[in-house]
């Protein structure tokens, strides 16, 4: 029996010649908070919008709890996306009765929780007079006022300042806690989201490098240091490597620590970061 809340299996999305995504397949947990983090490019907007059922795949398959995903907005999810689309002339009053409206499962104590958040948006304001953060905290009460099994949060974080951010990841992490909802969050915050998730769906040009319960992943991996010069030979997979005049430091996948080598476990930001440069400097080799 399929119990992951959302599955792919060879999920591609093409453009004509160019592929957006390529034969992706992952799972996610239920009630897992899971960092979807690549470099700009990568495909993490494609794919959200594939989970929600904003697009439909060229190939391959999308379930969220058991059912396919058509081409059509999924009644278990909810997505943020990174263009915020709300009705500008409606006042934030007159937009979450639309929301209301329109959804047969539907919240308005958590709408307003969500509205309420710091010194709260003025609920009579019209939303084509609200700040980018305020935008940001109206999308995020309709999104979470769907009372979604599943939600995925395409940057939502990037107009907040600091304690904003904090007060916005805190009630998500309340549906996590209360409803068992299972998040798909894309940011290039690394703290915040080494701060609330527990996976890491990385990805880049449109597949899956890393997919996997967080401390999991780190423990596959190690950033080796050693004196310049010394050969980097090891049994596991060389991500990414920098050298100076005095020293050559990698991060690699798998064991087999080089000799000569000093070995530590990443942290999440050394591991995101070593494989974006090591995306950048694939796609610096091909220019």
Request: aromatic share 2%; proline share 4%.
């Amino acid at each position: 029996m399929n119990t992951s809340p959302v599955r792919a299996e060879n999920l591609a999305k093409h453009f004509g010649r160019t592929k957006a995504l390529d034969g992706c397949s992952f799972s996610l947990p239920e009630g897992s908070v899971t960092g979807l983090v690549g470099p700009n490019g990568a495909g993490k907007s494609t794919l959200l919008s594939l989970i929600a059922g904003l697009a439909k795949p060229t190939t391959g398959e999308i379930t969220v709890h058991g059912t396919a995903v058509r081409g059509r907005m999924h009644p278990d999810v909810s997505l943020l996306t990174q263009k915020r689309p709300l009705y500008d002339q409606f006042t934030v009053r007159e937009l979450m009765r639309a929301g209301a409206a329109m959804n047969d499962r539907w919240s308005a104590g958590r709408a307003d929780e969500v509205l309420d958040l710091l010194a709260g948006v003025d609920k009579d304001a019209k939303v084509r007079t609200l700040s980018a953060g305020a935008r940001t905290q109206v999308a995020i009460a309709l999104t979470l006022g769907r009372l979604p099994k599943v939600l995925l949060l395409d940057e939502p974080l990037s107009d907040l300042d600091p304690l904003a951010r904090d007060e916005t990841l805190r009630i998500v992490m309340t549906d996590v806690a209360e409803r068992g909802t299972t998040v798909l969050l894309s940011s290039h915050l690394l703290t915040d989201l080494g701060d609330v998730c527990d996976h890491l769906l990385l990805l880049d040009e449109g597949r899956v490098q890393v997919a996997g319960e967080i401390e999991e992943v780190l423990d596959d991996h190690q950033v080796v240091v050693g004196p310049a010069g010394l050969d980097l030979e090891t049994d596991g997979v060389v991500v990414d490597s920098s050298h100076t005049s005095r020293q050559t430091t990698a991060l690699v996948r798998g064991s087999g620590a080089p000799e000569g080598f000093q070995t530590e476990r990443p942290d999440l930001e050394a591991l995101v970061m070593g494989y974006l440069r090591a995306s950048r400097t694939r796609r610096y080799a091909r220019q």
